[in-house]
């Protein structure tokens, strides 16, 4: 796949643009927030994030999206082979259409979902399986799986309208879990000492 990214972005081509629409209004406001954009391309979407106030930790390995990648005083990139990073915490973390290129996409989603904070959000932008003809479904994910292998809330799936490949937007939270902290609050301060 290497090769046909980079002839891809060699021709100049870019993919769907983010549709901020489909992006809850609440994320629209970045500032003090980290994002992980992972096979950011040349960052065209981390450009949109960064200008709401993002910082942002770009992610990919084509040497061809690096000589194109666009500049942004909030965007650091890294190149490289995604599955082989680690990642710093976030608060959002963002795969357009790139989850589907992971060799392990469960090991992946499980990493990076130890990345986000909590309350944090991961939007996951993608056409699926069922809905994507033979030819092209190596480009689809299993919904199934990004469900199993992230265990998070899923708070919106919206099908881009713009899209011509049915591409989907999944937004999950992981949520501040309460009856873990009532856990940890009784191993630290056992209820004998309060
Ligand atoms: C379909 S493109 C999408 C690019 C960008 N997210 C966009 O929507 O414009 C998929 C991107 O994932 C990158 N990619 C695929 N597998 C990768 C890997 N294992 N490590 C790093 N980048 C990878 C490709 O280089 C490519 O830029």
């Known amino acids: 796949m290497k090769k046909v990214f980079n002839k891809f972005y060699k021709e100049n081509r870019s993919y769907l643009a983010l ?62 082979d995604f599955e082989r990073r680690s990642f710093p915490p976030a608060n959002v973390i963002l795969c357009k259409l790139s989850l589907a290129f992971a060799k392990n996409k469960k090991k992946l989603l499980k990493r990076l979902i130890w990345s986000l904070l909590p309350g944090g959000h991961l939007i996951v932008i993608s056409p699926i399986i069922p809905e994507t003809p033979p030819e092209k479904k190596h480009i689809a994910i299993n919904e199934k799986l990004l469900y199993e292998a992230t265990k998070l809330k899923l708070i919106s799936r919206k099908k881009d309208p713009l899209s011509n490949i049915n591409t989907y937007y999944f937004i999950f939270k992981k949520q501040i879990l309460l009856h873990n902290l009532g856990k940890v609050a009784d191993k630290c301060f056992p209820k004998k000492c309060r």
């Open 19 to 80: 549709n901020t629409k489909l992006i809850p209004k609440y994320l629209h406001n970045g500032q003090g927030k980290v994002l992980l954009d992972i096979g950011c391309g040349r960052g065209e979407a981390a450009k949109e994030f960064a200008g709401w106030g993002y910082s942002i930790y770009d992610y990919d390995n084509s040497i061809e999206a690096r000589k194109q990648a666009l500049e942004h005083r909030k965007i650091t990139y890294i190149w490289g």
